[in-house]
């Protein structure tokens, strides 16, 4: 290797000067001084060493040096004990030497990161990673051991390619899991971050490159966004003269990919890829002021969501991080981080509590250091600082009697608490809950009858081939969205029922029957069935059918004999019209919140009838008696024995729709799910409610659940699905 050593002196001196004039905190005489004599003594140190990349070795411990004075804004003991890091664990230097040249303090850190090296070498596998790590954040030294010994991580880490692959990756992943928390703990964000990502550059090379080729892809779209909502606000703003600045804030690549992997979602998937940030001039004076004033300004133009508010300003994190967190519907209708903050605090922010003392006066400022590293050790050593994860889990619920939710367009509903999904779907427009199939909460699927919950966004996913049935009603706790849906059953049923009537009216022909009132109000009476609306309904639905009209032919023809009979024996027919009184629509019972039918007793001390409001009572040997309402041993039964109490209902067996599971089963094609949905949405009087598809090496298999109204109608649909090109078998279960 040809090394211009010329050059790489006059490289030296000039990384030397950048040392010095990058420190985050003021120098003095006396720190350059010391600083000066740690840089000489390392570069003589390490004068004949030099690293796999075949650069002299001194520029590493400079580099580790440039972060701990300008990254993490340590004093001049930290910038020059970075300098000597290395220096009694890999050079002639002893500790004493260190001592002697620097004192007491300098050689004590050395000697902390000189063991922790130590203790890496020998350690290396019987000690886990976790013990490590819970040692380091123990080590009686000075906390600046630590913090210089996460600066050299970060080196390390920036100039890792040169390393074979295989340490490469077990540093990445120590790195993530050791020294990326402790950083975090620290405040220090910047440098977590970039631990994060230079440790998924290597543990993960491909989702590293993909993920980061997709930031830069989209930088220019989320540049636009930012100067897009900038101008709506900044008139605004600078009418109130204030000095700022609004920039984004991109999410790392390592919480994209954290994110992708916990939900399973593609890089698309992942929301609040970008936050927005004011950052804005203050005293302290008015450093809270105005925030809320820019918070006001903010949300004057756009909507925000309530149950986001951040307010780190009025209580920081336990790290020291300060700032104040509100989610808006910005341009778009998409929701945007901002962030709110004065330049302290966004100082604080990316560097920690350094930044904390930058900002205070006189004697504060003298013990500024001393009293950052006292809290950082603070912080470490405490075992138990929830403080952070209680405010961050701690969810803003003012309204419990009150839901707030939004629209895609940003739109604020609020409904009553424990309102579903087409509850607010019929508070948007009848016609947008009519067709409703399902929601959007916050990009996930949902269905209808799922309970919505404060601040949460709500896109409904509408269906020209849905319409209401009877168990929406189970799902919905507003009137509007009731009555709405109970109108729109009665519509169906009336459509139907001309449908119904007609084909009455060509079947009834077929026979030689007319329809008429007349014939109208005998099929009434015939069936049982209140009205004739019900009746050319149960003919629609197929309830009434071919077989029953025929029997009803029948007897029509022999009522018309008896009738003739009758007129000769002068009889009144008397007995039709008696049974018209006790004609009812029920005539079956059903229980509990699933309508299950159950072998049940009518009771004897209230004899219920057909109609009556009635409970079921669940008895020890004899099965599920059924007691009026009204009975006298009601109230005592109810209280005394609640648990036993079943809601019971009477229902029209004729009109009872049935549930039944389809199996499917054929060779995979594409678009073979989308037609089996089509066939069954297609399909009058047919309600899914559970779907399942599986494909597993190019085979097809599925069920569905459907409710039917009859026989006919499954078959039907069966028949229906079989014609599909793909499938083989549908068995029902
Ligand atoms: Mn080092």
Known sequence: MIINEKFENKEIAKQYKELLSISYLQLTKEDKKLIRLAFDTAVDAHKEQRRKSGEAYIFHPISVAKIVASEIGLDATSIAAALLHDTVEDTEYSLDDIERLFGNTVAKIVHGLTKISRLKKDTDVSLQAENFRKMLLTLNDDIRVIIIKIADRLHNMQTMDSMPENKQVKIASETLYIYAPIAHRIGMYNIKTELEDLSLKYTEPLRFKSIKDKIEES????????????????????????????????????????????QNIPYEGVFDKFAIRVVYKSNSKNERFLAWKIYSIVTDHFTPNPTRLRDWISSPKSNGYESLHITVMGPNNKWIEVQIRSERMHEIAEKGYAAHFRYKQGEQKENGIESWLNRVQEVLENKESNAVDFVEDFKLNLYSEEIFVFTPQGELKSLPNGSSVLDFAFSIHTEIGSKARGARINGKLVPLSRTLKSGENVEIITSVNSKPTANWLDHVITSRARSRIKSSINEEKKRIAEDGKELLRRKLKQLRITLNDKTTRRLVHYFKVNTSLDLFYRVGIGTVDNKKIKEFAASYNNTFINFIKKRIGSNSPKKIKDRDEFTSNYDKLVFGKNKEELPYSLSKCCTPIAGDKVFGFLTINDGVKVHRRDCPNALSLQSNFAYRVLPAWWIDSSEQRFSAKLNLSGIDQIGLVNQVTRVISNNMNVDIFKINFDTEEGLFKGNINVHVKNRTTLDKLVNNLLKINGIEKVTRE
Do not use: A, D
């Open 219 to 262: 930088q220019e779209e989320q540049n636009k966004y930012i100067k897009n909502f900038s101008t709506f606000i900044e008139k605004s703003l600078q009418g109130e003269r204030l000095k700022y600045f609004i920039k984004g804030r991109s999410k790392s690549i390592y919480s994209i990919h954290k994110k992708m992997q916990k």
